[in-house]
């Protein structure tokens, strides 16, 4: 009995919620409510309850391709909890989150990076979220003296979207010291950087989830 309590409990307060606590890594995570019985073909009715799409150069963030291997489409989307008209600089959670297809034609939520706050938003990019080659996903960042690029592509051994690349270019600074590019492939574990001069680095060839992607990891993950 005392076990079916708690049960009760547990559901009851992650249904009443818009967020939950990852136990793995104590991250906020977005808790999209299971809204499958009412069968709505529509993305905005799976988006949660203070949410948003992003908005920048006058489109939203949102990108609709056959991102994995089933031939259904999927959804990419840019969202924060901020709102538009001050350029969401009251925002305390942005996350790129991954919508699959379902065959009766619903979406379920399958994956989404960590909280990016200071990486998209104050952005000039024009739009921040694309696909490349139907199903690459890159996400820009754009500020006073670097960008950046991030690219995600579903992997099916690991059954998940993972990091597989990025572009990195650092503008320096007023003397022109730090300028150059670093270009990570994830898949083959090699990165390449100019900046002070020409290197090559390899790595393992671990791919990381799309989870680990974070405000406190994403320069360490794509640049030296």
Known sequence: ???????????????CTDHIIDSTTSKITLA???????????????????????????????V????????????????????????????????????????????????QTGNLTYAFIYTSVEKQLTVLNTNVITLKHQ??????????????????????????NNYGNAMHIGVGKVTTNFIYGIRKSTIDYMKMTYSNKDLYPISMVNNDNVYDLISD
């Open 64 to 111: 609709k391709a056959y991102l994995n291997t089933d031939d259904i489409y999927d959804y990419a989307v840019l969202l924060s909890n901020g709102t538009q008209h001050n350029a969401y600089a009251d925002a305390t959670r942005v996350t790129l989150t991954i919508f699959e297809g379902q065959k009766d034609g619903t979406f379920k939520l399958k994956s």
């Open 143 to 168: 500020s006073m003296r670097h960008d950046y690029q991030l690219k995600f592509k579903y992997q099916a051994d690991y059954d998940n979207y993972m990091l597989i690349g990025s572009d990195y």
């Open 1 to 15: 009995m005392h076990k079916l309590m708690t049960l009760i409990t547990i559901f009851f307060l992650t249904s």
């Open 32 to 62: 999209f409510q299971d809204k499958q019985d009412l069968k709505p073909k529509h993305l905005n009715h799976f988006i949660p309850k203070g949410y948003t799409i992003i908005r920048t150069g006058g489109k939203l963030n949102k």
